[in-house]
């Protein structure tokens, strides 16, 4: 673990050191808290590393890196109620604290048996620079306290300092290259120190390379967003800045000129949704993403987009603590009802809820299949723990590439047959862009109607340009030809036809896809809980299982359309049942109670903007499986 | 090989074949005229014409005309317009709403668009009051102003269509008037000419709520000397347009000029108020994924992509 001020580059050094265990086969699952802050408050980021899968984070980090006193005292000092009081509490028996010398002395008194490494930080700097001249400039170079923090924390846990020194280099190329040797120099001389004055033989716990090295990839989730956007077609994408989305779209907007992909950043929310409902309709995979705040302007954008059956957009909404503003920077999954009823009437969308990156991959990809299939916005519900979660995936699994552009009107003039591309984009595209449509039988149409009443309820769509093909769309209810009506049998019609559409999406969505129980068939106790929970809960499980507690987790991913039937049928075979949710109510308890008319009683709720980890989970489910009744859990951390 | 020659379009090409529903006497429909004797003297091609509207009675024009149509939400207009225009830019595209609809709930998309400075061009049917939700005071209405739907006198005051387009960016600014539908037509089509985001406030009669500025208003019958309350800007020889558009100095003064005569109440003037040519926004997107300027978006192959390098890039 690294904490220290925003600004201070504790992104970095953790990165860094990600980068270096991952590359030499470990697993990796790292994840960061930070205030909604540019410079100054304390943010803090652990890194978890083992030679299995890891899923969660612990309570307690063996190593603390210390950039600066609040890290190790907390801000009661400043301010009049305390957000926190220190990392001390959260290392493990034995552990070590490597701290900057120049704090002074540290009160040890709380935690008598940890290791304490003062290291001069600012010393070795100078020292680093000296060598190349640069001696008197060390205030300047004050940022590269990260880089000696990193290399002190190598030498304590045995590392080998080279994976990490390539890793330094790789991120310092060209122009900036000799920044980067710099940087390697003063985490060497860190490391050196510590070697030299410490007894670094005695620190118990040490970290080796794995004899296997992977192919892996180490990502945040927001990067797995946008690839997956990227992979499945998405031509534009629209933003407004906002914490935690942003980085999706300035991600996207790197792509631009590589990938034929137009971001705009919009004047807000509302026209964020809306420019991106002007894109589908023009035919192309439009895309947007935000949280919460930005939502609650595009709603209505929601409705129009479904009323008007437009192909998309696709909206990946990362979560954080409300409401209104809430905690900008932290956890939560707080809008899973408000992404289920976003607007005013009854209105097909579809809300799919993915629980780790490569469940984002593979239902960002699927919604823009979805959304143009079925004709219909999408929204894929993600949060801040998974957008900035930085972990080791198996790039293998990233091979989700089956592009459907649903049911398509093409016209005379267009020429829909070019077979290239056939291959990797199923027979559903045979063109070479994807836009054309093979199977219409263009004699045997009169009149192309948008809205055409047809047995299934999809209607082929066309698009601007498209000889032919003209239509109207509007907001309002209308006929067959996109006209407004105000008629009672018209209306009962285009009800049923929309409405109808997610019935169809339900039957093609894989069944795993929709919900998944993990773990045995037969427990004593059923876990149900959505999103981002996922991993701390597998993680959880395997050490409630060395316990011979039988617990199993029913995971739901598909939240509308809610495939009531088969979580019904898990859920009335569970013995007892506990919903797991990192919000005040239990919206995934009320939305399964309502879909499959199962109560669940017992509900473990976690609304302190903070992640569960691993014990917490661990610890909560005990409890309830002990029989005791399930509490609110409430992290003592920073 | 046979070669045959293009066929004209007439103004029938560009009408639906809808019944209306406007009041009888509606502006609107001098708008609707003008807005198809546009596009006939332009010979758009219906197929790769996109007309978006709000909410509210000039919502419902874009039914009307035959191309494609997108009535949207009320006030968004722009934003789905523009969403339209950058995805293929291929089309020929008009956006039309009302007062309330453009320059009330919609006004922070006025600026957005003004701000751009794509290709289209933006009709506002500016009648003073919210018709279809019978007659309540709209965004232009005067502060003191109150009309027979009303129950009490505006207390808040009208803004300056033409003022704010100027602040906003906007590259092409005028102004006409509904019952002159040849003029209007006439401005309507050099505002789809202008490349850039062209604005065309038109002066609309709303026969059921508005009986302060009525066409008999208008027309000055109510005036001893039975005047017209317009005149056109190009008959006292204002000319608007920015010969330079590298001379700052040309741009300030043109749009000094322009505003100035925005604040003329009596008569008002009608007419380009404002035109330069400026970089549009999807120029700038051409410099920046110059594939677009060869063909638009939506006729991009955006499904072959090879996202390895990203990939790689994450080891």
Redesign the interface.
């Known amino acids: 673990m690294i904490g220290g001020p925003q600004g201070s580059g504790i992104n970095a050094s953790a990165e860094v050191f990600a980068k270096a265990c991952s590359r030499a086969g470990l697993r990796v699952y790292a994840n960061i808290e930070y205030h909604s802050n540019i410079m100054g408050k304390h943010s803090f980021y652990r890194v978890r590393v083992d030679d299995e899968d890891v899923r969660s984070y612990k309570d307690k980090a063996d190593i603390l890196v210390a950039l600066d006193h609040e890290t190790l005292a907390g801000d009661g000092d400043h301010r009049r109620w305390a957000t926190h009081f220190g990392h001390l509490a959260e290392i493990n028996e034995g552990g070590g604290v490597i701290y900057d010398a120049d704090l002074g002395d540290l009160d040890a008194s709380a935690r008598k048996d940890l290791r304490y490494y003062a290291v001069p930080f600012m010393d070795i700097i100078k020292k680093a620079l000296e060598e190349v001249g640069k001696g008197d400039q060390a205030r300047r170079y004050e940022v590269m306290k990260n880089t000696v923090g990193l290399g002190a924390s190598l030498a304590l846990c045995d590392y080998p300092f080279d994976l990490v020194a390539e890793v330094i280099r790789s991120q310092f190329k060209g122009k900036r290259s000799e920044v980067g040797e710099l940087n390697v120099r003063a985490a060497k001389l860190a490391f050196e120190y510590v070697r030299d004055h410490f007894d670094t033989k005695a620190f118990p716990y040490t970290l080796k390379p794995h004899t296997e090295q992977k192919a892996r990839i180490l990502a945040k989730g927001y990067e797995i967003h946008a690839i997956a956007k990227l992979k499945a077609g998405c031509a534009f994408q629209t933003y407004y800045p906002i914490s935690p989305a942003t980085d999706e779209s300035v991600f996207l907007e790197r792509q631009q000129r590589d990938y034929k992909l137009l971001v705009v950043q919009c004047e807000d929310e509302i026209s964020s949704i809306n420019m991106a409902i002007g894109a589908a309709h023009m035919g192309v995979r439009a895309a947007t993403a935000t949280s919460g705040p930005g939502f609650a302007l595009m709603v209505e954008g929601i409705g129009f987009a479904s009323i008007t059956e437009a192909p998309g957009p696709v909206l990946v909404m990362y979560q954080r603590g409300g409401p209104s503003t809430g905690m900008p920077t932290r956890q939560e999954q707080g809008d899973l009802q408000f992404a289920l009823h976003p607007a005013q009437g009854d209105f097909p969308h579809v809300v799919i809820a993915p629980g780790d990156l490569r469940e984002c991959y593979q239902d960002t990809f699927s919604a823009f299949n979805w959304a143009e299939r079925y004709q219909m916005p999408v929204i894929v519900l993600s949060d801040k723990k998974l957008a900035s979660v930085y972990t080791t995936i198996d790039k293998l699994e990233l091979t989700w590439d089956q592009i459907d552009r649903g049911e398509l009107f093409t016209g005379s003039e267009w020429t829909p047959v070019d077979a290239k591309g056939k291959g990797d984009q199923g027979s559903q595209t045979p063109s070479r862009n994807g836009n054309g449509h093979g199977d219409l039988d263009l004699a045997k149409v009169k009149e192309y109607l948008r809205y055409a009443l047809t047995p299934e309820g999809i209607s082929p769509r066309s698009r601007p340009g498209v000889v032919g093909g003209r239509f109207w769309a509007t907001s309002d209810e209308h006929d067959p030809d996109g006209h407004i009506t105000e008629g009672v049998d018209m209306r009962v019609a285009m009800m049923e036809k929309r409405m109808g559409k997610l019935k169809l999406l339900a039957k093609t969505v894989p069944q795993e896809q929709q919900y998944f129980l993990h773990g045995p068939k037969d427990a004593e106790l059923t876990v149900v809980a959505w999103g981002s929970t996922k991993g701390t809960i597998l993680d959880a499980l395997k050490t409630l299982e060395a316990q011979g507690k039988k617990v199993n987790y029913l995971q739901c991913r598909l939240m509308k359309p809610f495939p009531a039937d088969g979580v019904a049928v898990i859920l009335r075979r569970a013995k007892r049942i506990v919903s797991v949710e990192e919000n005040y109510t239990g919206q995934l308890a009320q939305l399964v109670q309502e879909q499959t008319g199962v109560m669940i009683d017992q509900r473990i709720n976690k609304f302190d903007g903070r992640p569960f980890s691993e014990d917490e989970m661990v610890n909560a489910l005990s409890r309830v499986y002990d029989g005791a009744k399930a509490e609110p859990v409430v992290t003592h951390v920073g | 090989m046979s070669v045959s020659a293009p066929v004209k379009l007439t103004l029938k090409d560009y009408k639906?074949d809808?019944h209306n529903d406007w009041c009888p006497g509606c502006g609107d429909f001098g708008i609707l005229t003008s807005i198809q004797m546009a596009l006939q003297q332009l010979q758009i091609d219906?197929?790769?014409?996109?007309v978006?509207s709000g909410?509210g009675c000039s919502g419902?024009t874009?039914?009307y005309i035959?191309?494609?149509?997108?009535?949207?939400?009320h006030g968004?207009v722009l934003?789905?317009?523009?969403?339209?225009?950058?995805?293929?830019t291929?089309?020929t595209v008009l956006a039309l709403g009302g007062d309330g609809d453009g320059y009330g709930i919609g006004a922070?998309?006025f600026?957005?668009a003004g701000?751009r400075n794509a290709d289209f061009a933006y009709i506002v049917h500016n009648n003073n009051v919210y018709g279809l939700t019978k007659g309540q005071a709209s965004p232009t209405l005067s502060k003191g102003k109150k009309t027979k739907s009303m129950p009490e006198q505006a207390i808040q005051d009208g803004i300056n269509p033409v003022a704010m387009a100027i602040a906003s960016g906007y590259t092409f600014i005028a102004r006409a008037y509904a019952l002159e539908p040849k003029y209007t037509a006439a401005i309507i089509a050099r505002a789809i000419q202008h490349k850039g985001s062209a604005l065309v406030d038109v002066l609309q009669t709303c026969p059921t709520y508005n009986d302060l500025y009525t066409k008999e208003w208008y027309e000055g019958a109510d005036l001893p000397e039975k005047r017209s309350r317009l005149y056109k800007l190009e008959d006292k020889g204002f000319d608007g347009k920015v010969k330079d558009p590298t001379d700052q100095e040309e741009i300030v003064a043109k749009k000094s000029a322009a505003v100035a005569r925005s604040y003329e109440a009596d008569p008002i003037p009608i007419g380009v108020y404002y035109e330069v040519e400026l970089p549009t926004y999807e120029d700038a997107?051409f410099q920046?994924?110059?594939?677009?300027a060869e063909k638009p978006?939506?006729?991009?192959?955006?499904?072959?992509?090879d996202?390895a390098p990203?990939?790689e890039a994450?080891?």
């Not at chain 2, 219906?46 to 996109?50: G, I, R, V």
């Not at chain 2, 035959?66 to 939400?73: A, D, I, P, R, V």
């Not at chain 2, 934003?79 to 293929?88: D, F, I, P, Q, Y």
């Open positions: 639906s809808l219906p197929d790769k014409l996109a978006f909410i419902k874009p039914h035959n191309g494609y149509g997108f009535h949207t939400l968004r934003t789905v317009a523009t969403g339209g225009r950058l995805a293929n291929d089309l922070g998309y600026v957005g701000r997107v920046r994924i110059p594939a677009l978006l939506v006729e991009q192959d955006v499904f072959h992509r996202i990203l990939l994450m080891r």
